[in-house]
């Protein structure tokens, strides 16, 4: 991992083997985020799992 990196809690994340995460990379799980092995991101990549009710009435 190439820092820095970001995630909002990190408990949430399962790293396969050999994952690698250039800089500047965001990872937010608040939902569980599963990567599988070999699994190479490069720079500022995001992974988002937060969601917001889509009627617009409810946000």
Known sequence: M???F?????????LGERVFFNFNCVVL???PV???DF????PAARILTPMHPWNAEQR
Not at 6 to 14: A, K, V
Not at 39 to 42: A, E, H, I, K, Y
Request: charged content about 20%; aromatic content about 14%.
């Open 39 to 42: 699994t190479l991101f490069g």
């Open 34 to 36: 599963r990567i599988g």
């Open 6 to 14: 970001f995630c909002d809690y990190g408990s949430n994340i399962e």
């Open 29 to 31: 799980d608040v939902c």
């Open 2 to 4: 190439q820092p820095p």
